[in-house]
């Protein structure tokens, strides 16, 4: 049974920085894309991190310059790093997974498995 379970989240003021870990199970993910994305109280979820077989980042615009993706395929893990933190960043953010070959990183809709969330708070 395939797991991706995300830790990291916690509660930060704003400009701080945090770091969300995902660990995956249940198989390796070493060949195929995973992410990131975030819902917040009220809001859609967004799509905001993807980062390819091949170490290629992708981030949404809403991020950009300030969160980082990255992966270790030994470890079968992917994280989030997070500087500069802002209130509008407070979500629960989801880790994913793609389970066959893609073309595309950049839409949930590239994904075939989720983790159950982790809450990030920024505080004012």
């Known amino acids: 049974q395939v797991q991706l379970v995300e830790s990291g989240g916690g509660l930060v003021q704003a400009g701080g920085s945090l770091t969300l870990s995902c660990a995956a199970s249940?198989?390796?993910?070493?060949?195929?894309?995973m992410g990131w994305s975030r819902q917040a109280p009220g809001m859609e979820r967004e799509f905001i991190a993807g980062i390819s077989r091949g170490g290629v980042p992708y981030l949404a615009d809403s991020v950009k310059g300030r969160f980082t993706i990255s992966r270790d395929n030994a470890k079968n893990m992917v994280f989030l790093r997070m500087d500069g933190l802002k209130p509008e960043d407070t979500a629960v953010y989801y880790c994913?997974?793609?389970?066959?070959?893609?073309?595309?990183?950049?839409?949930?809709?590239?994904?075939?498995?989720w983790g159950q969330g982790t809450q990030v708070t920024i505080s004012s």
């Open positions: 249940g198989r390796t993910f070493t060949a195929y894309g």
């Open positions: 994913a997974a793609q389970g066959r070959l893609r073309i595309g990183i950049a839409r949930p809709e590239d994904y075939d498995y």
